[in-house]
């Protein structure tokens, strides 16, 4: 049996749609009928060729996240049967078949059952992006109700799950953003701050009476995790996944700060721990259809005979919100 995936043979060429085998469940492995793919920055760099650490080899098909369907459950499998909903962050990197495709072979620890309130769309916005949050937040920091947390790119992917994840754990959240997405991170509960308007010194002083807050998550990299160690309190923590650069740890130090790094494909590429990805998207469930967890969606609507689109307006930088393509 055959299906039809997006394929890439060179490094920014096109994705072409193709026919191939349809994938078969091995040993602790789920086959879901793809309903939709979300995009993540990685799969533009991916794309690109910029992206070393995520060893995907040419040709390759994209796609880290997904939502869809068990249509069959290999061996060893019991969690999940046919006919359930499932989402995760399945592939896409280290020579797995990435979610730009209509079914997928993978593995059943990296799976949860969707929201029932989320749409496939919704869904498939949400794997990566939660997972970076709660591995930063829960994980590194252990985030304790009260503390007070700055999330850089609070309308971003990962920060407006970070946002929403900090708040649902009782903390007060400040957010980076610029002017135009003021509201839409009120709207959420958290207090907006104009990065562009404001020092860290100014924001620190106005909204900590210069004290720092308890943890800083840094979803931005660059000058703006030195951002993060000059907010952060004394005895406060520091998150990132984009700490790659070269950065001054005097102010971290000064502050007797602590900095944890977040690499959110280690499980996926090396195998290891792939089982809390599915405990993490299990809480992003529960807080789903508690009312307190939701991606935030570009409105533009793509499938796989316009998923090149899909990609302009990823590298574009003019969406607002996560893209996804539906795949069903």
Same mark, same amino acid.
């Given at each position: ?68 369907? *068990?249509? %069959?459950?290999?061996? +060893? ?6 006919? =359930?909903? /499932?989402? !995760?962050? &399945? ?112 924001? *620190?002083? %106005?909204?900590?009476? +210069? ?6 998550? =840094?979803? /931005?990299? !660059?000058? &703006? ?104």
């Amino acid at each position: 049996m055959s299906m039809q995936a997006l394929v890439l043979s060179q490094h920014n060429g096109p994705l072409e749609l193709t026919d191939m085998p349809r994938p078969q469940p091995a040993h602790g492995e789920v086959l879901v009928r793809i309903a939709a793919s979300g995009l993540n920055p990685l799969d533009t760099k991916i794309r690109a060729g910029a992206a070393a650490h995520a060893r995907h080899p040419l040709p390759l098909v994209l796609g880290i996240d997904m939502a869809g369907v *068990v249509e %069959a459950v290999g061996e +060893g499998v019991s969690a999940f049967k046919p006919g =359930d909903q /499932v989402y !995760g962050m &399945t592939g896409g990197v280290g020579g797995m078949q990435g979610s730009l495709a209509q079914f997928a072979a993978v593995d059943a620890d990296l799976l949860a059952l969707k929201p029932a309130n989320l749409t496939m769309r919704e869904a498939a916005a949400v794997p990566l992006a939660f997972i970076t949050a709660y591995s930063g937040i829960v994980d590194r920091a252990r985030l304790q109700s009260g503390q007070t947390v700055l999330v850089h790119g609070g309308a971003g992917g990962v920060g407006y799950l970070a946002v929403q994840l900090a708040l649902s754990l009782g903390a007060r959240v400040f957010t980076t953003v610029s002017e135009h997405d003021r509201a839409v991170v009120e709207a959420l509960g958290a207090t907006a701050i104009d990065y562009r308007a404001q020092t860290v010194e100014q924001y *620190v002083a %106005a909204n900590t009476q +210069g004290k720092g807050f308890d943890l800083v998550v =840094d979803n /931005v990299g !660059g000058a &703006t995790l030195d951002a993060s160690f000059a907010a952060v309190k004394h005895f406060g923590h520091v998150v990132s996944a984009l700490g790659w650069g070269t950065h001054a740890l005097a102010p971290l130090s000064f502050r007797e700060a602590t900095y944890s790094g977040v690499f959110t494909l280690h499980a996926l590429l090396t195998g290891d721990g792939r089982a809390h990805h599915g405990e993490m998207l299990r809480e992003a469930t529960r807080l789903a259809e508690a009312g307190k967890l939701a991606p935030r969606l570009d409105a533009r609507r793509f499938d796989l005979t316009s998923a090149e689109a899909a990609y302009e307006a990823m590298t574009s930088g003019n969406a607002r919100g996560k893209v996804v393509v539906e795949v069903a």
